[in-house]
């Protein structure tokens, strides 16, 4: 493979000295991504594992104004809608991909600026080095939409200190770089205005250069932050999301009626008490998950509920379609969240589950 672009349009695909590029092209769209930008990732990651000039990969989006702002859910709304089946066909392919991430054989450094949500954490947090910067805005908000926190979120928010993880998946709250390193969804704070000369300096690595060749080449760009405003609340937050049930979750923080409790109980008053309750009980079972394949089956087993159920569809229309931010949740409360709607979302779905090779 040459320097020259091997493939344009909504993903473009290129060797750049020893580093193989993945770029995110739709800017307009904050680079959300297709199921054809999927298969294409896919197949760069085939050309870059078996390019003996490659040493590592770097991902990145066009524009300025993030990575990834998650998946096309616009498409997988339409898609629900007509009860179609792209939401089965997206995600297999997407959660296959996110732990072949986690496993990929060279360094693969994930440029984080910007907006990181969603599918973008996917394709960034399971990597091996990850860089933030003092414009990263990292979120995971699918509770909002219906939904929980999947492309093996389940797996990184369960790994984080304390209830942190907790806290970010049901308030979809949004991390800073700092508190993405807190959290452990990055490894190093590098300014933006710095990645010029980072990513200049990654493409002149040897082919043959390992993980902590990489890391040591970030840490000479980075500014050491690890902790952010978030963190500096642990100890409440640890306390206020410690329990396995909503309703336990909420009364807590009632009781705490501190600003912090009540700006967060507002909070969760937006989001899908059925996403929230499915949510917290993804999140126990991954605590005890051995691999972060594991959560990616039961994510996906829980994903193809979502796509069947109406608060998917009418959190996107209200998030995406119509944007009246006013979603009618069924059902409305927390308390009204039944044993046997949950069920159906941890069901083994026989001949439909996902399988890594």
Known sequence: MTDATAQEGDLIVRREGAAGVIRLNRPKALNAM?????????????????????????????????????????????????????????WRQEYIMNARIAKYPK?????????????????SAHASHRVVTDRTRLAMPEVGLGF?????????????????GTYFALTGQTMNGPDAIHAKFADAVVPAAKWPDLRDALTKLHSGASPAEV????????????????????????ALFAFDRMEDIVAALKRDGSEFAQSTLKTLSEKSPRGMVVT?????????????????????????????????????????????????WSPAAIEDVTPAMVAPYFAEIGADELTFN
């Open 280 to 328: 917290l009980k993804l999140l126990r079972l991954a605590r005890q998950a051995r691999s972060l394949e594991e959560c990616l089956v039961r994510e996906y087993r829980a994903a193809l509920e979502v796509f069947r159920s109406d608060d998917f569809r009418e959190g996107v229309r209200a998030a995406v379609v119509d944007k009246d931010r006013n979603p009618k």
């Open 107 to 123: 360094p693969y450094v994930a440029f984080m600026d910007g907006l990181v949500m969603g599918g973008g954490v996917g394709l």
């Open 215 to 238: 890391s040591r080449l970030i840490d000479c760009f980075g500014t050491g932050e690890t902790a952010g405003p978030v963190a500096a609340m642990q100890a409440r937050i640890d």
């Open 34 to 90: 297709t199921l054809e930008m999927s298969l294409g990732i896919d197949a760069a990651l085939d050309l870059f594992e078996n390019d003996p000039d490659v040493g590592v990969i770097v991902l990145e989006g066009a524009g300025d104004r993030g990575l990834c702002a998650g998946g096309d859910i616009r498409g997988l709304y339409e898609s629900s809608r007509a009860k179609g089946g792209l939401g089965k066909v997206f």
């Open 148 to 164: 929980f926190p999947d492309v093996g979120g389940t797996w990184l928010l369960s790994r984080s200190p304390g209830e942190i």
